[in-house]
């Protein structure tokens, strides 16, 4: 997939997930501006890594929970590269509790990232992407699964995969719209806490009986974040080993 010349806004790429799609749309030819809200030392090792490779990277601070923050983000974007091409909302929280004992925090915290932070990211590039581009909301395959403890995690991306679907009919100009729901991806954030006992059951739960990489994750936004991706739109794409 060649992604010469693009221009794509990765949000929560300084590591995890994130970080390896930042990585690998850099290493195929586009220009990417590595976006986080607190890991600035992570941040700046992803831009380094993409520029020790000669690819061409840039970090940008933006909380996207707050619609202030999301302007400067696309401002700056454009005023670095002159346009968006193409934007990955991976920026995401996840608190895992049973529902009676989550606080209102741990509810408005999940929402206010996971759901809010796309609202906010969709209306920037509404105005602002350019034409024919794409758009890859991060969702996750826990939707259509009933893990206890998931409940205010997975309802936040069941509303980040139904305003894909109804997004992708109003925004028009050509912009291909889509969701991604990985399964249980091998992540630093993710093994944190877990028995193994639980890895190993989530692991057997696949067709593969391994956990995802987040190279396996990246090389399936590489393919929406192309031209060859055009004809798909509107839909959730699960990227999980045949786990749901």
């Given at each position: 997939?060649t992604?010469?010349?693009?221009?794509?806004i990765?949000?929560g790429?300084?590591r995890?997930?994130?970080k390896?799609?930042?990585?690998?749309?850099a290493?195929?030819?586009?220009?990417v501006?590595?976006?986080?809200?607190?890991?600035?030392k992570?941040?700046?090792?992803t831009?380094?890594?993409?520029t020790?490779?000669?690819?061409?990277?840039?970090?940008?601070?933006?909380?996207?929970?707050?619609?202030i923050?999301?302007?400067e983000?696309?401002?700056?974007t454009?005023?670095?590269?002159?346009k968006?091409?193409v934007?990955?909302?991976?920026a995401?929280?996840?608190?895992?509790k049973?529902?009676?004992d989550n606080t209102?925090?741990d509810f408005?915290?999940?929402f206010?990232?996971?759901v809010k932070?796309?609202?906010?990211t969709?209306q920037?590039?509404?105005?602002?992407?350019?034409?024919?581009?794409?758009?890859?909301?991060?969702s996750?395959s826990?939707?259509?699964l009933?893990?206890?403890?998931?409940?205010?995690?997975?309802a936040?991306?069941?509303a980040v995969?139904?305003?894909t679907?109804?997004?992708s009919?109003e925004i028009?100009?050509g912009?291909s719209?889509?969701?991604?729901?990985p399964?249980?991806?091998?992540?630093?954030?993710?093994?944190?806490g877990?028995s193994q006992?639980?890895?190993d059951k989530?692991?057997?739960?696949?067709?593969?009986?391994?956990?995802?990489?987040?190279?396996?994750?990246?090389?399936v936004?590489?393919?929406l974040?192309?031209?060859d991706?055009k004809?798909?739109?509107?839909?959730?794409?699960?990227?999980?080993?045949?786990?749901?």
């Amino acid at each position: 997939m060649t992604l010469e010349n693009k221009v794509i806004i990765v949000t929560g790429a300084s590591r995890g997930i994130g970080k390896e799609i930042a990585i690998q749309l850099a290493k195929n030819g586009a220009k990417v501006v590595v976006n986080y809200s607190n890991s600035s030392k992570e941040a700046k090792e992803t831009v380094d890594t993409i520029t020790k490779n000669n690819g061409s990277a840039i970090a940008i601070k933006a909380d996207v929970s707050r619609k202030i923050d999301v302007t400067e983000l696309f401002d700056k974007t454009i005023s670095t590269y002159g346009k968006v091409d193409v934007l990955v909302n991976n920026a995401g929280v996840m608190i895992s509790k049973q529902l009676k004992d989550n606080t209102e925090d741990d509810f408005s915290k999940q929402f206010d990232i996971n759901v809010k932070g796309i609202f906010n990211t969709l209306q920037e590039a509404y105005h602002k992407l350019s034409d024919n581009g794409n758009i890859i909301n991060i969702s996750s395959s826990t939707v259509k699964l009933m893990f206890p403890t998931y409940a205010l995690y997975s309802a936040s991306k069941a509303a980040v995969e139904q305003m894909t679907r109804v997004f992708s009919k109003e925004i028009g100009r050509g912009i291909s719209v889509n969701a991604l729901a990985p399964g249980a991806t091998e992540t630093e954030l993710f093994m944190k806490g877990k028995s193994q006992e639980f890895i190993d059951k989530l692991s057997n739960m696949n067709a593969f009986n391994r956990l995802a990489q987040p190279l396996d994750i990246a090389k399936v936004v590489l393919f929406l974040a192309s031209d060859d991706s055009k004809w798909i739109s509107g839909q959730v794409i699960g990227a999980n080993g045949a786990l749901v």
